[in-house]
């Protein structure tokens, strides 16, 4: 009697947390599927257009090259700071400094993003008194440091610690086995570091809101002008009380969508675990 | 003299670079809201008006309502995501063969990192309706005498739906960290509860107790990232400020405050102030919100590898 009871329980808890755990994922289907239903037709429809016009064209053009452009010179400004701090923070784990900037850096990671963007608007866009490439990039670059940091430092202590006493042992200097053996050694980790800040930051919209802008009817020419970004269009779109804007939003929503699965699935699949 | 290493060269100022940043930042906040905290005092962040006026003496501001629905928003979300990433964890570690347990990481993968326009977009063209005729018309028909049900949905922008699509977002983030923890403990603490004799559920129920630590910095972080989310709330909360805890009114977040207002914010004489002392809190909340959460975290991680 009791032990059947106890097996009713056991069944009880699998089908449970089972179904909790469906229901976790029930969203995500939901949302690409809704996605490509409404996404598709918008972009079978305009065609080519929807790619590289202008939005009066009904295309979203400006936006993608804006996307791509604030993505890159955000790694630009990014990258080798990140770099440093990542190689540093692996150097010394055990000093004051080196313990401070890692719970700097994880910090960073769950800041909120829209401070970000106030900030580099208050600092850079209101000096400048223009939105602005730069800006936005900047404040992307803010974001996109501390993941690659982060993935560096992980990729470094993947190591073996022989490698290092080993180059310790020849007489070389710390930087010298830093950045000529053991930086190399860890080169595919630290890329993965990169492209994974990469997609997250091409996906970004609250750090640009008071920052890039936004430029829609022409391709940006200069990187002091404002410039336009998918995320940012998309958001300007929902809240337009027009449909065919609506329309627009969900077609260049599954073009952020493609992009986002585009870098991050190959890169998910070619590796163990991943920290967003 | 001594040699300066030439690691320390080329590293120090990109980690000065980092902390100078992050320092700046907190120093452009506050000394750009102390227009606004001079003016109100407290009762900036105690009291709930906002009357926007050309002439400056006119001008009175308030935020409370928006503190209260970023911290009402972000419990609802944590108050979803808790159980289902509990499950979750289980079920992976547990249960799941192999494969699935791949399959069912990655895609939890894919979720935490989905650009949350995306959220924010199904958000406010599905979820929002879906909610206001299944979850919140009936409620409010049957039971509105809960003051919790007690407003009626009209729009189906509210506390409700931005609550809900938080613990979507940040489920998997969550249980990324449970999961982790769940993982790490020891197998001999398993082999051990079963050779009690103890059902599965009666082993979980023990093992849960011994993540306790590891859940609790996991919500809390969750927490801290459902407080900072800007985008997807704003498209589904309604913004409207409204300090009630009635599940189906529309509300504001600090996030989605700042989102709104600050473009035509250089029009009033103390709203920017106001609106970079609604930053600041937050940027104290997300603060603390993280570095307790992630304390928490390495100190068990910490215990659990002695």
């Not at chain 1, 640009?208 to 020419?221: D, K, R, V």
């Not at chain 2, 629905?69 to 972000?74: E, H, K």
């Amino acid at each position: 009697m009791l032990t059947s009871n106890r097996k009713t329980k056991e069944k009880v808890f699998f089908i449970g947390i089972g179904a909790l755990t469906i229901l976790i994922f029930i969203p995500l289907f939901h949302i690409i599927a809704t996605v490509l239903i409404k996404g598709f037709p918008v972009i079978a429809e305009r065609g080519t257009k929807f790619l590289t016009g202008t939005l009066s064209e009904g295309g979203i053009g400006p936006a993608i090259a804006g996307t791509f452009i604030l993505t890159f010179l955000s790694a630009l400004l990014g990258l080798p700071v990140a770099f440093l701090v990542g190689v540093y923070a692996y150097e010394y784990p055990k000093s004051t400094l080196g313990q401070w900037t890692k719970t700097l850096l994880q910090i960073m990671i769950e800041f909120p993003t829209i401070l970000v963007g106030v900030f580099v608007m208050q600092v850079v866009a209101v000096p400048m008194g223009t939105y602005s490439a730069l800006a936005g990039a900047l404040a992307l670059a803010i974001i996109l440091t501390p993941y690659v940091a982060v993935y560096t430092h992980e990729a470094l202590r993947e190591i073996p610690s022989t490698y290092r006493e080993a180059g310790f042992s020849l007489g070389l200097t710390r930087a010298k086995v830093v950045f000529r053996i053991l930086a190399p050694m860890a080169k595919r980790g630290i890329l993965t570091g990169i492209l994974i800040g990469m997609a997250k930051v091409a996906g970004e919209t609250a750090p640009l809101l008071f920052t890039a802008g936004g430029l829609y009817e022409s391709y940006p020419s200069s990187v002091t002008k404002p410039v336009g970004a998918v995320p940012l269009l998309i958001y300007q779109l929902v809240q337009s009380p027009n449909p065919v804007d609506h329309a627009t939003a969900w077609g260049a929503s599954l073009v952020l969508l493609a992009i986002f699965l585009g870098i991050f699935i190959p890169i998910r699949l070619s590796l163990k675990e991943v920290r967003l | 003299m001594r040699k300066v290493e030439s690691f320390k060269v080329a590293t120090y100022p990109a980690v000065i670079i980092v902390f100078l940043l992050f320092a700046g930042m907190l120093f452009v906040y506050f000394t750009n809201a102390l227009p606004a905290l001079h003016r109100y005092g407290l009762d900036l962040y105690l009291e709930n008006v906002w009357r926007a006026a050309e002439e400056p003496s006119e001008e009175v501001y308030g935020i409370a309502a928006a503190i209260w629905g970023s911290i009402y928003t972000s419990i609802i979300a944590i108050l979803i995501a808790l159980p289902l990433s509990v499950a979750y964890s289980v079920f992976v570690v547990d249960y799941a063969p192999k494969r699935l347990k791949n399959a069912f990481i990655i895609l939890s993968d894919i979720m935490a990192g989905l650009p949350t326009i995306i959220y924010g977009i199904w958000g406010a063209f599905f979820l929002v309706p879906f909610l206001r005729d299944w979850i919140m018309k009936p409620l409010y028909d049957h039971l509105s005498f809960i003051p919790l049900f007690s407003y009626p949905p009209v729009g189906g922008y509210s506390y409700l739906s931005a609550g809900v699509l938080l613990a979507i977002m940040v489920t998997p983030f969550a249980s990324a960290i449970i999961r982790e923890a769940y993982n790490m403990v020891p197998f001999t603490y398993r082999e051990a509860i079963y050779s009690l004799g103890a059902t599965r559920y009666e082993a979980t129920k023990i093992l849960l107790g011994y993540i306790k630590p590891a859940i609790i910095s996991g919500t809390i972080l969750a927490f801290g990232r459902a407080v900072g989310e800007t985008v997807a709330v704003s498209l589904v909360i309604g913004n409207t400020f409204n300090l009630t805890t009635a599940l189906f009114a529309p509300g504001y977040t600090v996030s989605s405050l700042i989102a709104n207002q600050f473009g035509n914010a250089f029009i009033y004489e103390y709203m920017t102030s106001t609106l970079f002392a609604a930053g600041l809190i937050l940027f104290v909340i997300g603060l603390a919100v993280n570095v307790v959460g992630l304390k928490m975290l390495k100190r068990w991680e910490r215990d659990v590898n002695i």
